[in-house]
């Protein structure tokens, strides 16, 4: 019997606009896009196409667990969504001469660590980072019982979903944390702040003014504690924590453009 208040499963599908995307490129420059926890591709996905358009190789890649539903979710840990980022990584420096990543939201803390554990190991990573409201530090108040209500409840109703101001726009993000998953969020969280220093590449943050659901406190975390001699911070005025979705979603697809130019020339 269903727990009451709680969705009952149905037939795993990839959820509409979901799935993962890719576009080959001209063999020059490539740009690997992870989205957010519990959300999905959809969030990147006009970027993705933009980049294209723009004759940039991409890599779009569902994380496991996501863009399906929340029980799908519920069966995976972060090393499972970490391991699909470098996979996707893989199959992006295959066909490209540079290529740099882009992490929004807990996408950022994979994409932190996909360079901090490259750079740990001496092996090639991307030239370059950007993090559109990246999150690595939970402030929300209860994340001191998560352990407890973890082993009594399997799901919590989300917070800070479709957290865009422009109407209208869908993330398919799902309205449920899983409370295992979610505290394996943590878990990576807490890796990546220890291997900060280990980031060196040229990085770029784009952090809105308002943010429903992660804290703009998170992008000073990362800025202060990575060890790039290029770092800049870009305020977005206009957008919610989705602003790959929001009012600044062309001055961030213009951005990526222009830092990825600029990396791949340095």
């Not at 496991?64 to 992006?92: E, I, K, N």
Request: hydrophobic share 45%.
């Amino acid at each position: 019997m269903a727990r009451r208040g709680l969705p009952t499963r149905t037939r795993t599908r990839v959820l509409p606009g979901a799935e993962a995307w890719s576009a080959p490129g001209d063999g020059g420059a490539g740009v690997l896009l992870v989205h957010g926890y519990p959300g999905s591709p959809a969030s990147l996905r006009p970027l993705a196409e933009r980049l294209a358009g723009d004759g940039l190789a991409v890599e779009l890649p569902r994380l496991p667990g996501h863009g399906t539903t929340w029980r799908d979710l519920a069966a995976t840990r972060w090393p499972d969504w970490f391991a699909a980022v470098a996979a996707a990584d893989a199959q992006l420096a295959a066909r490209t001469s540079a290529r740099i990543a882009l992490g929004l939201s807990n996408g950022g803390a994979l994409t932190l660590h996909l360079i901090a554990s490259a750079a740990r190991r001496g092996e090639p990573s991307p030239a370059g980072l950007v993090l559109v409201n990246p999150s690595v530090k939970v402030f929300h108040p209860l994340v001191g019982l998560l352990p407890s209500l973890r082993r009594v409840l399997p799901a919590w109703p989300a917070s800070g979903i479709n957290d865009i101001a422009k109407p209208g726009v869908d993330e398919q993000a799902y309205r449920w944390w899983p409370l295992g998953a979610t505290a394996s969020v943590l878990d990576l969280y807490q890796t990546v702040r220890d291997e900060l220093g280990d980031v060196t590449v040229p990085t770029l943050v784009f952090t809105s003014r308002q943010d429903h659901a992660v804290a703009p406190v998170n992008s000073r975390i990362v800025l202060e504690g990575i060890a790039s001699e290029h770092a800049e911070q870009v305020w977005l005025e206009r957008s919610y924590h989705v602003a790959t979705l929001d009012y600044d979603a062309d001055r961030i697809a213009a951005g990526v453009v222009a830092f990825t130019s600029r990396v791949v020339r340095a």
